[in-house]
């Protein structure tokens, strides 16, 4: 499994940035696409999830109500829209992604349980 992830850069508090992660190769009938952040000095925080089979999504309570994860209509493309975003949303961001013969996989929270990682994109939320 390969993950591509894009869109990272500078924005100021209260702008916005999207991100992309395209993947490609699943050999599994089913999976979950996450983003998954880290901060420099802190562990690696989940952000959000999708399960591209059916669109079902998850979010962090940090990001709720800011963050919305979509996908596109191929599937191969998951989409991370960052509004209003914060100073303590900097971190590097990383697109990753579990398989499953599972239909109903549910969308991990833990960064642990995620398989295939992409490279990241710096995030930074700065004046």
């Known amino acids: 499994v390969q993950l591509q992830a894009s869109g990272g850069g500078l924005v100021q508090p209260g702008g916005s940035l999207r991100l992309s992660c395209q993947a490609s190769?699943?050999?599994?009938?089913?999976?979950?696409i996450g983003w998954i952040r880290q901060a420099p000095g802190k562990e690696r925080e989940w952000v959000s999830g999708?399960?591209?089979?059916?669109?079902?999504?998850d979010y962090a309570n940090s990001v709720k109500g800011r963050f919305t994860i979509s996908e596109d209509d191929t599937k191969t493309t998951v989409y991370l829209q960052m509004n209003n975003m914060k100073p303590e949303d900097t971190a590097v961001y990383y697109c990753?992604?579990?398989?499953?013969?599972?239909?109903?996989?549910?969308?991990?929270?833990?960064?642990?349980?995620?398989?295939?990682w992409g490279q990241g994109t710096q995030v930074t939320v700065s004046s």
């Open positions: 190769g699943f050999t599994m009938s089913y999976n979950v």
């Open positions: 990753a992604a579990i398989e499953s013969d599972h239909m109903l996989m549910p969308v991990s929270t833990s960064p642990s349980e995620y398989r295939y």
């Open positions: 999708l399960r591209t089979r059916d669109g079902l999504t």
